[in-house]
């Protein structure tokens, strides 16, 4: 490219071309990239010695001229060589060369003469070369923004970043292939000094040694890497950008490029090498699906890797039904029967099975005995010394054994998969998943001390991961918002549940925590939202229900609890009678060996229930004592059935037994610090704090003190307040209603009583208030906090 006709207008370099001159040994090399100057330079010192320069790839005898060879080697060439002839005759031999080019020819004349070099360092202008040849501004711009380059002269008078550009573009990049040119735009993203690499001898060393200090010629040098990328086309020029994103380590990138161009069975290659399935877990999910999502049928068809990519991405965002239907269609209908596809002498690879097993996890099947000695005997065609593929099996039977409630087998499983990630060195993102998996562990079993430990873990490998995991860190705001509310702060779970739990619930997420997500944002609503509202984020949840149909035992106990808590009782019982499960008995024998999660939920709900009726009958301390038994009642569930014991001394009027199973209760909470048990059986609890002398007792342990202060704070919300204000709970539902503008009928409808009930209630809230109109009732009970 020809410069302006400023780039003409020189400055006169005397002192330099007088070092150049006169450097010892007899042969001189100018060595550095192009635009240094060293045409200029050259044919300055030819002239003043009155001879001319050559120019040619080979000099000729008759090229020296009074004992001087000035040779100007072609920037185009590779390689250059001086014929012994031509060095035995020159005395004073001048070379310009380009850092890259190879000369032959002068190892005897090196050996006897040495040589003296002015590399780009020595060839660029300084402050004090430059003295006061240029006006400030020129000056301050050809030091500052292009880094006494000679070439950019031109610029530093008359700046012109798109010529500047298109200069760099020709002059530096012309010559470098596609590998170098995709290695170099890498650099670019993130440049730090002084990079091994082989483009680095084609720019002026100040890019590579200090790339942020010339920005203008760094920003120009980006846009015409962009612009050289943009111009391989040919098969051969993508297939090297490709190999040198893979090289990189930009699987992703090289899948698109090869996927723009058509090349889609070598992008197939390029996944195949870049780990198949555990590549998602590398990339940032939205440039994953984009490029996996990309493939054709034909190859899907063809090829597993594509197919599992695919479906694992479709999982991802929450599209389990057609993962089935993609699986069954390519991989036969017997692929969805896991028992068939991981028996031993299946037909299945191990890549299938392997993914079958991630298809459990998602279906929220939990493994029958049978399965897992299956999953035992697939263990053995694992690779022994593929780390990853081991943690993530290990990953898997810790989500089965949190469903079968085996804790001990759970964390056992953990902590082999965090081996296997120690022995590859480490993955953050997975890691987070294990630690995340202990917090939902810890917290499902009641124990928050620990909780908050792997909580803490889990968040510093999610903060190591250099891709966004937006969904990953809404996994993480529920358990750290759940850990809040077991600590008696429960706005934040209020707050996860009005901006993130729609979003949460949309993606992937493996049941356990999904269970766990139920459990805790039902409870947010329950405490901190009017009666009305409750049962509509309980049915938004069946938006979730057709893929994972699992969840409907969950959601209708969580919708029962709900009832309870309105003192709903028959309409608690009714709905918990339609759950499978129902029909079995409620007998001691049958408690004491309940295995399955929602088993055990459904009889704790309907124990509930029949400790709630007024005449609960004999057999109840049986049932209580049978589930306090059963090894797989968590810690949690311990303190609710003894809250409950002590509600049902308190009917019978034993305060012996009460404060005893109540002091026992309040004492667990502390030891675990899982306060949050304690509002959610407040209905029973708080009738029982509610007497002077029982309080008095239990505040004489300094840890049942704490445990209650901090139960106090946690029912601090204006519904809680106005039930601690001597409202009962119908009363405080009603409060709410009226304050929401319903009328008498709507309020009937909704709370499922008749209108003289209602009417009977709010005679009795107007009372309480000291009222006797609706305006001065939702007056006073504002003034008060009540709403």
Known sequence: MSLPPSAQTLLPRPALL??????????????????????????????RMGVSVCDLQHPRLSDVQAGWLFWNVPGSARSARLSAHV??????????????????GLARRLLHGGAHTFDAAALAFDAEEIGTALPAAVKRRLLQDYAGWPAFLPMARDPDPDLLAAYIGETFLSQMSPGPTTRLSLWLEAPVPDPQEDWCDA?????????????????????????????FSDTGAVTEVAQALEAAHRPLAAMELLLDHGHEAHAAQVLSQSRGLELIYDSDLEDFSRTILRFSQDIIATNETVLFAITRTLMKQGELQRVRQLTAKHLGSDYLDPLKVLARGTRFSFAARRFRLNMMISEDMTPSDAMLQRLGEFMADYPVGDGQKWAAFYNALLEFEIRRRNFREAEAAAARALLYFRKIGGHPLLEFFIHLHLTVLHLTNGDARLARTAAQTARDKLGCVTHPVVQEYRMLHLVEAALAYENGQPQKLVTFVQQEFDAFARAE???????????????????HYPASIRPGFLDGLWLH????????ATVQIRTATAYQNEGRISEAELMLQGLEGAALAMTPEHLAQLRLRDDIALSLARLRCMVEDPAPGPAIDRLITALEGNARTTLREMVALKIWRAHLAHRRRDSGATRRHLEAALTSVSRLGCFGVLSEQRLFLAPLLREKRMRQYLETAPDIRATLSIYAGSISSPRAKARAGGLTEREAQLLQLIAGGYPNKRIAQTLHIAEPTVKFHLSRLYAKLGVRRRSDAIQSARALGWL
């Open 18 to 47: 007088d070092r150049l001159l006169g450097a010892p040994g007899g042969t001189v090399f100018l060595r550095a990239p192009a635009g240094a100057g060293k045409t200029c330079l050259m044919r300055a010192a030819a002239a």
């Open 203 to 231: 720019l002026p060393p100040c890019l590579c040694t200090e790339p942020g200090a010339p920005t203008a010629l760094l920003s120009a040098l980006h846009q015409a890497v962009r612009a050289r990328l943009r111009g």
């Open 545 to 552: 229900l057709a893929e994972r149909m699992n969840l409907l």
């Open 509 to 527: 997420i493996w049941p356990s925590l999904f269970h766990f997500a139920i459990q805790y944002s039902s409870q947010a609503v329950m405490d």
């Open 87 to 104: 060095a035995e005759t020159v005395t004073h031999l001048v070379i310009a060369q380009r850092p890259g080019q190879k000369i032959t």
